[in-house]
């Protein structure tokens, strides 16, 4: 397993949650990693990208100002912190990572481009 996502549960509407993702195995700073999630009977959904060195992110709008992606180069993981949390973020949620030869948002939302998957995490979210 290249990837390991954790940090999901349940949470009422409202709260937060960190989701974290680790790769051990894998050489971390040479790689931007991407959080996404997927709800039953709907597509994969990007929600943000962070660059290899964290410098640049990338949110898709229905999670900017709530949502925030960061990595640590050191722990070699990578971090969504979900914050005011609605019932219709309940989804299971999955980390990518891929090396990028260019780190622009058209990449980085696209889930064909990432080369390693976790194995996702399940938020659910009550009101």
């Known amino acids: 397993v290249q990837l390991q996502a954790s940090g999901g549960g349940p949470v009422q509407a409202g709260g937060s949650l960190r989701l974290s993702c680790t790769a051990p195995?894998?050489?971390?700073?040479?790689?931007?990693f991407g959080w996404f999630r997927q709800a039953p009977g709907k597509v994969r959904e990007f929600l943000a990208a962070?660059?290899?060195?964290?410098?640049?992110?990338y949110y898709a709008d229905s999670v900017k100002g709530r949502f925030a992606i960061s990595r640590d180069n050191v722990a070699k993981a990578a971090y969504l912190q979900m914050n005011d949390l609605e019932r219709e973020d309940t989804a299971t949620y999955y980390c990518?990572?891929?090396?990028?030869?260019?780190?622009?948002?058209?990449?980085?939302?696209?889930?064909?481009?990432?080369?390693?998957w976790g194995q996702g995490t399940l938020v659910t979210v009550s009101s």
């Open positions: 195995a894998l050489t971390f700073r040479t790689f931007a």
């Open positions: 962070v660059s290899k060195s964290g410098e640049d992110t």
């Open positions: 990518a990572a891929d090396r990028f030869t260019r780190f622009d948002l058209r990449d980085a939302s696209d889930s064909e481009v990432y080369e390693f």
